[in-house]
T-cell receptor, first 117, second 113 residues
Framework: GAGVSQSPRYKVAKRGQDVALRCDPI?????LFWYQQALGQGPEFLTY????????KSGLPSDRFFAERPEGSVSTLKIQRTQQEDSAVYLC???????????????FGPGTRLTVL | AQKITQTQPGMFVQEKEAVTLDCTYD???????LFWYKQPSSGEMIFLIY??????QNATEGRYSLNFQKARKSANLVISASQLGDSAMYFC??????????FGSGTRLSIRP
């Protein structure tokens, strides 16, 4: 596809529900990133994949957050037992190379706005 | 640890004027990259411009230029001849070698007709 796509664009969940957010990166991009963006703030790094390998998950806020990219393309971010503080926009980005390449610009999807009631 | 600071929460500029968005950073890594992204109300982050720490010249991309002052650790974005469509949030970001990107808190730019 032409760019990074994410689905759903909007998700409303009741507190305690599990949610799954999908990211389709640009075809051929090796690296994939997930970010969390609270209202009025810059994106905060959650996790990073190089192909199917999750190389950095240091930004995941709790063990309720889980991400996977089993075939090295599409990725899913899963949040279990959602809490109100999980309400945010979740952005996915992909880049052609790997982290040791500069600039290796990241291209972002439109995000999924999650609201937990 | 790497850090990005944007001190201007919001700015108003008259259409066709030039505008400078401030960004300072802190890092102990000699190899790093600096990015500017634009985020319109639609929410998508749009890549604007990149500057590498070893680049000798300031980066330029159309109406965007990056005023890179390495000794002062600043990487200000300059938009020449602003347009109404430039109204958006602007984020400065930095990545150390083989590390993740960190973003500043952003500046909301509003262009007045």
């Amino acid at each position: 596809g032409a760019g990074v796509s994410q689905s759903p664009r909007y998700k409303v969940a009741k507190r305690g529900q599990d949610v799954a957010l999908r990211c389709d990166p640009i075809s051929g991009h090796v690296s994939l990133f997930w970010y969390q963006q609270a209202l009025g703030q810059g994106p905060e790094f959650l996790t990073y994949f190089q192909n199917e390998a999750q190389l950095d998950k240091s930004g995941l806020p709790s063990d309720r957050f889980f991400a996977e990219r089993p075939e090295g393309s599409v990725s899913t971010l899963k949040i279990q037992r959602t809490q109100q503080e999980d309400s945010a926009v979740y952005l996915c980005a992909s880049s052609l190379g790997s982290l040791d390449i500069n600039p290796d610009t990241q291209y972002f999807g439109p995000g999924t706005r999650l609201t937990v009631l | 640890a790497q850090k990005i600071t944007q001190t201007q929460p919001g700015m108003f500029v008259q259409e066709k004027e030039a505008v400078t968005l401030d960004c300072t950073y802190d890092t102990s890594d000699p190899s790093y990259g600096l990015f500017w992204y634009k985020q319109p109300s639609s929410g998508e982050m749009i890549f604007l411009i990149y500057q590498g720490s070893y680049d000798q010249q300031n980066a330029t991309e159309g109406r965007y230029s990056l005023n890179f002052q390495k000794a002062r650790k600043s990487a200000n974005l300059v938009i020449s001849a602003s347009q109404l469509g430039d109204s958006a949030m602007y984020f400065c970001a930095m990545r150390e070698f083989a590390s993740k990107i960190i973003f500043g808190s952003g500046t909301r730019l509003s262009i007045r007709p």
